[in-house]
């Protein structure tokens, strides 16, 4: 298991404190889990993702993930459209331990303005893990 | 009252596992890795192709010996000691492993256990991790004769190799690996846990108890040492595997590889509750008729008793989907009734379905692995039903939330490796079947 000051935790993306994290591209967010989040389930071995059209809420159940031991849930971390999925996932769970940053899971289109701005930044994540 | 919390135990292994990162976590009062930075499915895998070693430091390991060691084991274990080994079975006898369980006297499973008789009036007893002095306790209650029950628990180390690749590996360290491994069958063991004209000596002079009987469904060993030599073995160990396919393993990989095995994991699949109707009942001491039991034992009168039945059986999905074993999670048939609870569920990673037929990455192409199969892996565990399935029935495992088919087995893993011949896995390097 990684020490906290091993993990990868980016300054481009902000992060929600069920370990998601949510980058802004124009229009949409893309969604995915930190390096954190990862190396705590270990091995990812499935991913069931949502259907695109989906509308979730801020702190809602959108799919799960699958590792050696656990079933996880995924929580979006804002509310909004799913526009997308990563369907590159259910083929390939491993990705998410590879680079969970560059492999997204859910592309989002926010529908509540400030959610976003709610989010954590790296330096607030890093507090939040450090406990 | 005090609020004192009991230590957590650390094996000899402790500051390596820390050392190579491991994820760690408590396990039966010991700190124990979960699985290295390489993940749980490279190492459940590397045992199916390679080797995997595993610090089962944690487990309990009693000796029992003197003039009333043998009819305390009769009385108290769940083998007939007279008829467990072979085909036509005949009594354990010294270099012979037994597996079975010890029973409370209600028919519940207090622990099962690896009986390896060392000499005439000496057995080693190797149970689970803290379940030393639980079932030391156990044989000292029914002990009827002279007898010394001794826990050596944490002052044996004990590394488990296992994998198609053991013996290769496991040669570089014998002082004589010809005279050792040559006539090792399965279920047998040579050495002893203390030195003397008996022990199996590695080249550095440490003196080992060997035994071929594992963890994990796969051919392999399991060695039993003085703790202070565990460190420097298990280092040589990986170092003879430097040039093959080896892995330290953790805990997450051998649940996937026992589950897959259709081995139980001791107070989850097995524990506080009947012991019938199980995929193991050949732990039991049926006489010819397989009716009766052909001795006296400490569960028998509960076993005979019981009227409430239950069944277990082992199952696999039709993809990696798993369920969260909690409370809520139910087996329900085709009707949607609930007949049942999910003991284990887990994912072997080495298989995979192709059409109806389960096959694993180590299957030969000639038994239904194509040449490009890739192991998505599968869920599989166990289930406790109030009636009796049958192979190929096909169920739901739902916790209220996620429902994942699955279908009822006999098996799980095909071509598993822990029962072919020495020989022919000593001679493996030569066809250049391991990696």
Request: charged content about 25%; aromatic content about 8%; overall charge negative.
């Amino acid at each position: 298991m990684k020490e906290i000051d091993e993990l990868n935790l980016p300054g481009d993306v902000y992060y929600s404190p069920e370990h998601e994290w949510a980058r802004k591209e124009g229009e949409t967010v893309k969604v995915g889990i930190s390096d954190y989040a990862q190396d705590q389930l270990g091995d990812i071995v499935f991913v069931e993702l949502p259907d695109v059209g989906a509308i979730l809420e801020k702190g809602e159940e959108f799919g799960t993930l699958e590792s050696v031991k656990a079933v996880s849930e995924i929580y979006a971390p804002l509310s909004g459209e799913v526009v997308a999925v990563n369907k590159t996932l259910v083929d390939a769970p491993e990705l998410l331990n590879e680079d969970p940053y560059d492999n997204w899971i859910i592309e989002l289109r926010p529908s509540v303005e400030d959610e976003y701005d709610e989010l954590l930044s790296r330096d607030d994540y890093l507090a939040l893990l450090q406990g | 009252m005090t609020t004192e919390k009991t230590a957590v135990r650390k094996t000899v292994l402790f500051d390596w596992h820390l050392a190579n990162h491991a994820t760690m976590a408590e396990f039966g009062g010991y700190q124990m890795p979960l699985w290295y930075p390489s993940g749980a499915k490279h190492e459940h895998r590397t045992v199916l192709t390679g080797v995997g070693l595993f610090d089962t430091s944690h487990m309990g390991v009693l000796t029992v010996a003197g003039e009333a060691a043998w009819s305390l084991l009769q009385h108290c274990f769940s083998r007939d000691l007279r008829t467990c080994i072979g085909i036509k079975p005949g009594p354990l006898t010294p270099g012979r492993c037994v597996y079975g369980l010890f029973l409370r006297e209600n028919g519940t499973v207090l622990d099962d256990a690896i009986i390896s008789q060392l000499g005439p009036e000496r057995y080693l007893v190797v149970v689970n991790s803290g379940m030393g002095p639980i079932v030391r306790e156990h044989l000292l209650l029914h002990a009827n004769g002279p007898v010394d029950v001794a826990d050596r628990s944490g002052r044996i180390g004990k590394i488990d190799v296992q994998g198609p690749a053991a013996a290769l590996v496991l040669e570089g360290l014998l002082g004589d690996p010809d005279k050792v491994l040559s006539d090792m069958i399965y279920f047998s063991c040579k050495g002893d846990v203390e030195e003397g004209p008996t022990a199996v000596l590695l080249r550095d002079k440490t003196p080992i108890l060997l035994s071929r009987t594992g963890y994990t469904g796969e051919f392999g060993f399991e060695i039993y040492l003085p703790a202070a030599a565990t460190v420097s073995v298990w280092e040589q160990l990986l170092a003879a595997g430097r040039n093959r396919e080896i892995a330290a393993c953790g805990l997450a990989s051998r649940d996937s590889l026992r589950t897959g095995a259709v081995l139980p994991l001791s107070h989850q699949d097995i524990g506080d509750w009947l012991f019938q109707n199980t995929p193991w009942s050949f732990v039991l001491p049926w006489d010819e008729t397989g009716q009766r039991f052909s001795k006296s034992f400490i569960g028998a009168e509960g076993l005979s008793a019981a009227r409430d039945k239950s069944y277990t059986y082992p199952f696999a999905g039709y993809d990696p989907r798993k369920i969260p074993v909690t409370d809520k999670t139910v087996v329900l048939d085709r009707h949607e009734v609930a007949i049942g609870t999910v003991l284990t569920c887990t994912t072997d990673m080495g298989i995979d379905r192709v059409g109806e037929q389960i096959v694993s990455i180590v299957s030969p192409e000639s038994a239904g692995r194509p040449a490009d199969f890739l192991a998505r892996g599968l869920s599989c565990g166990f289930v406790k039903t109030n009636r009796p399935c049958v192979a190929g029935e096909q169920v739901r495992l739902t916790d209220g939330k996620r429902s994942v088919p699955v279908e009822i087995r006999r098996d799980i893993r095909p071509d598993r490796t822990a029962r072919r011949s020495m020989r022919e896995m000593r001679n493996q390097e030569m066809r250049g079947e391991t990696r």
